[in-house]
């Protein structure tokens, strides 16, 4: 699959202040990067950093406070633009939001159908082709509850992209999951990554599936939120099992870990310095 031409992200020192009046509490701070069109980036980052402060600005959930975030050359987020968020930049969260009394294919094709996208039928041939991608063809007509938690996920990454978005923002989308599931997702997800060419940024406090899965890791300092470091990962790709126990594969994560044990270390320590208060 060719790498997408559209999807591109650019964040200009971007920065968001909870609540300015009152709280006060800065989340991001002067955080300036770029996801290549079609490329995957992973965030992690120390509980409380702002990791999902920045998804929710590049969504078009919240307004950053200084900067300007740009979406394929349009600035789609700053302090004077007001919020707009849509079926360009789809979130999938970590916990899931599935229709339960719509089957698998009515909660996959139920956006581009409400939104007047396309049809029932292009919507429900997409559907099924990106269900058979994420190995769920034969499940179309089952309720979410019949169908196990790692299978609802996919449904809702396939939901998430049959909407045809530029960007798929996923929000620690596997953390509920056991080991071996989780193991089992990473792989469908690279599927799909490498089916739809789409771009995705991916939060997650897993730092194998950071490195696993991604083109590019960004390290958070601590809060406020910013740029510690930003990992090339130069894994080959078709990545599977064999990846995840190569030299280079450890040293990435070695790499990883270090710099997020240190942010992590620094957090803990304000918040005894905190409670000693
Ligand atoms: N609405 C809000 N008002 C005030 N402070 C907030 C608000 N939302 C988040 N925060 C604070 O902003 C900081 C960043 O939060 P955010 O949820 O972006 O972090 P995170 O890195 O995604 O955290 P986690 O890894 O625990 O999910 C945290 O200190 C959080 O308590």
Not at 51 to 77: Q, S
Not at 127 to 139: R, S
Not at 234 to 241: A, C, I
């Amino acid at each position: 699959m060719a790498k997408a031409t559209e999807g591109n992200v650019v964040a200009k020192h971007v920065s968001l202040v909870y609540d300015p009046l009152g709280v006060n509490v800065l989340a991001v701070a002067d955080c300036s990067f770029e996801i290549e069109a079609g490329s995957f980036l992973a965030i992690v980052g120390p509980s409380g950093c702002g990791k999902t402060t920045l998804l929710n600005m590049i969504a078009g959930f919240d307004t950053p406070t200084e900067g300007e975030i740009w979406v394929d050359g349009a600035c789609v987020a700053s302090p004077s633009i007001r919020l707009t968020p849509g079926p360009d930049r789809v979130v999938v969260f970590q916990h899931g939001a599935l229709f339960p009394w719509r089957t698998v294919l009515e909660n996959v094709c139920w956006g581009p159908v409400m939104q007047g996208t396309m049809s029932r039928d292009e919507a429900v041939e997409k559907g099924k082709e990106i269900l058979k991608i994420a190995g769920l063809e034969g499940c179309e007509n089952e309720y979410p509850m019949n169908i196990s938690s790692g299978m609802q996920r996919r449904v809702e990454i396939v939901r998430a992209l049959v909407n045809e978005p530029k960007i798929l923002l996923l929000d620690e989308p596997f953390r509920a999951l056991d080991a071996m599931t989780k193991s089992v997702m990473h792989q469908y997800l690279l599927d799909l990554f490498d089916a739809t060419g789409k771009t995705i940024m991916f939060i997650t406090h897993d730092l194998d599936e950071a490195i696993f899965l991604a083109d590019r890791v960004f390290v958070m300092t601590t809060r406020p939120g910013r740029l510690k470091q930003m990992i090339e990962v130069d894994l080959p790709r078709p990545r599977n099992l064999k990846t995840k126990v190569t030299d280079r594969f450890i040293q990435l994560r070695n790499e990883a870990l270090d710099a997020v044990h240190e942010e992590a270390q620094k957090a803990f320590e304000r918040g005894e310095r905190e409670m000693a208060k």
